[in-house]
């Protein structure tokens, strides 16, 4: 469990900031926010005796099985909960480490007994799920060759051989998966780890199993879409995003979210359509690319507290977030400009004007994070290649309703954003 240095190669540089990367791009992300998690937990590790102790069953774990360490390691949660710990050590318990060890061992159904503190009247095993334990502050987690079970005085649960069904006392991370042509995608549904998606809105509650279907059958179509007319795009969602986290629903429209700290996570409301949980995966996946790459490659300056117009955001942006925005969008645009070459009627139409919409939005930011000033050497080259995958698509026709649509609904956003915040934005 030694944390690697990690380096960018140009070719690989360049790819990520045309949109794309690919498996390769992937794999060195995916290698480098490992290094980085390993790191987190080394720290945790020089904070506290009680995370050193579970750290050595761990080790053990490892010899035996490192796949299921592995696993458990690279949950997302686990990033999160490892920065919470570090940031605020009055407010977080490093002993909660003994989770991560007991993940491990239901994992490689290796014999151990440890004793895991409870959170919030739960005990949690990241990656795996959750059982109640009311009124108890810790529990015992015994596990072997034949299962697994937690004590808690005189209540015993009994794991399931699927520790992604649901059984009496156990709540279960379950799974959404989808097939197509000879490509799978596989989710864990994360809607209880108190880690998940950090300030992102999360739904309060689980999903119920009317709901949980409609996530499934969706994500059915939905990878259908990417997988027939996005083929690389879904390759970076198979390989970059692991667990979805439902959010509790906006006003209108649906709404979605990541954070660096949950890396491999995206939290999202209910999926409306099959094209929306299509573009929305699109969408958070070049998040995570970004988020990954920026780890390794500082883009923008120190922040100067200057801001600037997003024509997909109501409030004034930074650099950095401007940045975040435009490569996301970067993204979307690509996404529409495919998928519209696939839709008929009123279909059609929101996909020709959600491409023209985003791909002037998307060129405009870029622009604008040229010219500010607060770009790196790194990040001035990162943004020009982006502008010229974006440039190639401005000439491209549209239909005449499309444009007028979509220029209509950028003229809204922006009259809505100077109404908002008072400040006049010169489109140029």
């Not at 955001?313 to 401007?322: E, F, V």
């Amino acid at each position: 469990m030694n944390p690697s240095v990690h380096e960018i190669p140009e070719k690989l540089f360049l790819a990520l900031a045309a949109g794309g990367g690919g498996e390769s791009a992937a794999d060195l992300l995916l290698r480098s926010q490992y290094s980085k998690r390993l790191l987190l937990l080394r720290g945790v590790l020089g904070a506290a005796g009680p995370a050193a102790r579970a750290h050595g069953l761990l080790a053990r774990i490892q010899d035996a099985d490192p796949r299921a360490v592995d696993a458990v390691l690279r949950y997302p949660t686990v990033g999160e909960w490892a920065r919470r710990t570090l940031a605020d050590p009055g407010a977080a318990r490093p002993g909660e480490y003994a989770a991560l060890a007991a993940a491990a061992a239901v994992k490689a159904g290796f014999r151990a007994e440890i004793e895991v503190p409870a959170r919030s009247g739960f005990v949690v095993l990241p990656g795996l799920g959750r059982a109640p334990v009311p009124g108890h502050a810790s529990t015992l987690v015994r596990t072997g060759p034949g299962g697994a079970e937690i004590t808690a005085g005189d209540v015993r649960t009994r794991l399931p051989a699927d520790v992604h069904e649901d059984a009496p006392g156990w709540e279960a991370l379950r799974r959404l998966t989808a097939s197509h042509r000879g490509a799978a995608v596989a989710f864990l549904l994360d809607d209880h780890d108190p880690d998940r998606m950090p300030g992102g809105g999360r739904l309060p509650h689980r999903l119920p199993p009317d709901e949980l279907e409609h996530w499934r059958s969706t994500l059915a179509d939905a990878w259908r879409i990417l997988v027939d007319h996005h083929r690389p795009a879904a390759e970076e969602v198979a390989a970059l995003i692991t667990v979805l986290t439902p959010l509790a629903p906006p006003v209108r429209g649906m709404s979605s979210a990541s954070s660096r700290d949950v890396f491999g996570s995206v939290g999202l409301s209910s999926p409306p359509d099959a094209a929306s949980f299509a573009v929305t995966l699109v969408h958070e996946v070049q998040h995570a690319k970004l988020a990954a790459l920026l780890d390794l490659v500082r883009l923008t300056g120190p922040d100067d507290g200057s801001t600037h117009y997003a024509p997909w955001r109501d409030d004034p942006r930074p650099t950095a977030g401007l940045l975040q925005g435009a490569y996301a969008h970067l993204g979307i645009t690509a996404f529409w400009r495919a998928q519209r070459r696939h839709e008929k009627g009123a279909a059609a139409l929101r996909a020709g004007r959600d491409f023209a919409r985003w791909r002037t939005a998307t060129e405009y930011v870029i622009r604008t994070l040229a010219a500010n000033g607060r770009l790196t050497p790194e990040g001035a080259l990162f943004v020009d290649e982006m502008g010229r995958t974006v440039r190639a698509w401005l000439d491209e026709p549209v239909p005449d309703e499309a444009l007028r649509r979509a220029r209509d609904a950028a003229d809204r956003h922006l009259s809505a954003w100077r109404r908002r915040n008072g400040m006049p934005v010169d489109r140029g």
